[in-house]
Nanobody, 128 residues
């Protein structure tokens, strides 16, 4: 069974940084585009960032551009989200997700429904 396990969340003051990690197992990592989503109570799961299968292309929602960086290490079977200049509105439960691609592609999906596998989430809380 495919597993994605996030870590690295926590409580940080506004302006601070956190690095989220997501370790994967039981999947052919290079066949998957990877994404980070976040969710707050009562709201839909929101796209944050995604990275193509090879890692050559990255995509971000406008509110995190210039502050967050997604990366992947196919050898370590992991994906990361470096979050800098954090704001209180970044407070959420953050999920990593994997989207199986049948062919090598550089685009990604911004739609949570496209992702087949999900981690359990890691809480990020930014205090003002």
């Amino acid at each position: 069974q495919v597993q994605l396990v996030e870590s690295g969340g926590g409580l940080v003051q506004a302006g601070g940084s956190l690095r989220l990690s997501c370790a994967a197992s039981r999947l052919t990592f290079g066949n998957y585009a990877l994404g980070w989503f976040r969710q707050t109570p009562g709201k839909e799961r929101e796209f944050v960032a995604a990275i193509s299968q090879s890692g050559s292309h990255t995509y971000y929602t406008d509110s995190v551009k210039g502050r967050f960086t997604i990366s992947r290490d196919n050898a370590k079977i992991a994906v990361y989200l470096q979050m800098n200049s954090l704001k209180p509105e970044d407070t959420a439960l953050y999920y990593c997700a994997a989207d199986l691609r049948l062919f090598p592609r550089t685009d990604v999906s911004y739609n949570a429904d496209s992702y087949e596998y999900w981690g359990q989430g890691t809480q990020v809380t930014v205090s003002s």
